[in-house]
């Protein structure tokens, strides 16, 4: 594939671990890091990670606000893997966020370093807000926004979309905030594109569960009852106490493992799949407990149990350097609203649900403009 002269500027919404590995994992793979084990697309229609481009970052922590974001993305509360040592420095200066809902309640023992610390509101309004960071996006020129704010801050995500829009930026949103069929429509009335919503991870508890669903359907054992248990020590797991913020989340893994089954064989409330706790020193790891049990011919039961430890926020970094790199490419098509052949591959709870396989071709499709509509 032929390399694009072209540069994807990017603004991060929150720079946190999810941040901190996207940004590290571009200047790990860049140049002669191309050839380095771990990346999913090395070369996405002309696009390679050294493309990207963080044009704008925003955060609402005071230890991030105002630094370099190469310094920023290992700033407290942050405890994600550093595996580049010595990051450039980027001449982007994270600037202060618009706190709506982004920050929950913590236990009162949680120790400043495992926690938000939000600076004061810097705006005099939603409003201010608004018109500043529209201004601000315009100004860097950026083209993709890609969402990175913690779990259950909806109406925060639904804020950067709208900022997105009016200053003419396709729109990434990597969390759980459930708004592609709402969002999506507006974006693609304003003739931009969206891909989510929540992303998928390389090989993470969500993606696996899938796999073995549809492989216990394809050989004809029907699931009776499955649990997919995640326990972890960063801050999304730490807002993740609070149970009111989880709505979104359980219902987009859920779904992302029920579209896998056949649900007429599952007993009732046969299936628990979500974040379970908050375990500190695990820092940025997440320990995934899945269970699975079902009826192999004759009836006779069987069960599975896995165990699976990852590094969270590296393990969807390669998935999300795919998704604003597909971002650019439907900007660079003039397509708009939800990029469906990109979104079913990509994140958890698509516009459509498919199985991998379906996905991934669908994706291929994608990328090799086989069918390059893409919306829809």
């Known amino acids: ?94 600037r202060p966020g618009f706190e709506i809902d982004g920050v929950g309640p913590v236990p009162v023992r949680t120790p400043e370093h495992r926690r938000f610390l939000p600076i004061e509101n810097v705006y005099s309004s939603l409003e201010d807000a608004r018109r500043a960071i529209v201004a601000e996006l315009v100004d860097a020129r950026v083209q993709v926004v890609a969402n990175f704010l913690p779990v259950g801050s909806n109406r925060s995500a639904r804020f950067y979309a709208e900022c997105a829009l009016e200053a003419g930026c396709a729109f990434v949103n990597a969390m759980p905030s459930l708004m592609a069929h709402e969002m999506g429509e507006r974006f693609r009335q304003t003739g931009l594109p969206y891909l989510g919503d929540d992303v998928k991870s390389q090989v993470g508890a969500t993606i696996l569960h ?3 669903a549809s492989l216990f359907c394809d050989r004809g054992i029907p699931i009776k009852r499955t649990y997919q248990l995640n326990v972890g020590g960063n801050t999304d797991f730490l807002n993740m106490l609070d149970e009111d913020r989880l709505e979104d989340k359980r219902r987009s893994k859920t779904e992302a493992v029920l579209s896998q089954l056949d649900a007429s064989y599952l007993d009732p409330d046969g299936v628990y799949i979500g974040p379970s706790d908050y ?77 991998e396989q379906t996905a991934r071709q669908l994706f291929r499709q994608f990328v090799a403009e086989v069918n390059p509509s893409g919306g829809g």
């Open 1 to 94: 594939m032929e390399r694009c002269a072209k540069e994807i500027r990017v603004a991060l919404i929150g720079v946190g671990n999810c941040a901190s590995a996207l940004v590290q994992g571009c200047a790990f793979y860049s140049g002669m890091g191309i050839g380095k084990p771990g990346l999913q697309t090395v070369c996405l229609v002309g696009y390679r990670p050294e493309d990207i481009v963080f044009a704008a970052a925003y955060d609402i922590d005071a230890r991030k606000v105002g630094l370099d974001l190469s310094e920023a993305i290992f700033a407290s509360p942050n405890c994600t893997t550093r595996f580049v040592e010595s990051m450039p420095l980027s001449s982007c200066v994270v």
């Open 279 to 355: 375990v500190s020193w695990l820092n940025d790891r997440k320990v995934c407990f899945l269970r699975i049990e079902a009826e192999q011919f004759g009836g006779v039961p069987m069960e599975i149990e896995i165990r699976l430890s990852v590094e969270d926020s590296p393990n969807s970094a390669g998935v999300m350097m795919d998704a604003v790199r597909a971002a650019r490419v439907a900007l660079d098509r003039g397509l708009a609203g939800p990029i469906s052949d990109a979104c079913a591959y990509l994140f958890k709870s698509p516009p459509v649900q498919f199985d």
């Open 210 to 212: 899938r796999a073995l």
